[in-house]
T-cell receptor, first 115, second 113 residues
Framework: AQSVTQLDSHVSVSEGTPVLLRCNYS??????LFWYVQHPNKGLQLLLK??????LVKGINGFEAEFKKSETSFHLTKPSAHMSDAAEYFC?????????????FGTGTRLTVIP | DTEVTQTPKHLVMGMTNKKSLKCEQH?????MYWYKQKAKKPPELMFV???????INESVPSRFSPECPNSSLLNLHLHALQPEDSALYLC????????????FGEGSWLTVV
């Protein structure tokens, strides 16, 4: 069975301080894992993707995530938060469907950045 | 270009209306998806098309009818909707096969009155 648990529904940080958004997964398959971001009233934008090539994955806008198989975690980090980072973040596991994929979403973490 | 284009951005319809949501991509992707997202919830899969054939229908009511006329276009026909169907409808596409990135459009906001 596949599942994704985002451990915090809401994270609040001050501008310029580090960001940590936590995600744990379970998957019957060797997982493909993603982080997507959704700004208010917008669609979903891919931040980064893990596909077993490297455990530390770098994404857009200074975000990165580390895949830790022993901990079944895929936490998202950024060294210094910017006001534009305020958004909803989804940790996602991809599961195979007939000829395609299905994305199994975590419940999301809302990031607030305080000036 | 990693763009999925959805029209209209906003749609208000009555419960007896018939309307359609449209989605287009020119990335050569052969898998296309419809997701539904309620406020403050993650997206939920509705339909998957693979090589223009419907491969997944996640027990969606028949008042939602998908159509994939060609490899670049995906429609969602709406008829006799209920107010609880009001949501953001997201179209997405990917290369066929496991593990490929799914690219999302900006969505169509649907309000049923």
């Amino acid at each position: 069975a596949q599942s994704v648990t985002q451990l915090d529904s809401h994270v609040s940080v001050s501008e310029g301080t580090p960001v940590l958004l936590r995600c744990n997964y379970s998957s019957s398959y060797s997982p493909s894992l993603f982080w997507y971001v959704q700004h208010p009233n917008k669609g979903l934008q891919l931040l980064l993707k893990y596909t077993s090539a490297a455990t530390l994955v770098k994404g857009i806008n200074g975000f990165e995530a580390e895949f830790k198989k022993s901990e079944t975690s895929f936490h998202l980090t950024k060294p210094s938060a910017h006001m534009s980072d305020a958004a909803e973040y989804f940790c996602v596991v991809s599961i195979p469907q007939t000829g395609a994929n299905n994305l199994f979403f975590g419940t999301g973490t809302r990031l607030t950045v305080i000036p | 270009d990693t763009e999925v284009t959805q029209t209209p951005k906003h749609l208000v319809m009555g419960m007896t209306n018939k309307k359609s949501l449209k989605c287009e991509q020119h990335m050569g992707h052969r898998a296309m998806y419809w997701y539904k997202q309620k406020a403050k919830k993650p997206p939920e899969l509705m339909f998957v098309y693979s090589y223009e054939k419907l491969s997944i229908n996640e027990s969606v009511p028949s008042r939602f009818s998908p159509e994939c006329p060609n490899s670049s276009l995906l429609n969602l026909h709406l008829h006799a909707l209920q107010p609880e169907d009001s949501a953001l409808y997201l179209c997405a596409s990917s290369q066929a096969g496991f593990g490929n990135t799914i690219y999302f459009g900006e969505g169509s906001w649907l309000t049923v009155v």
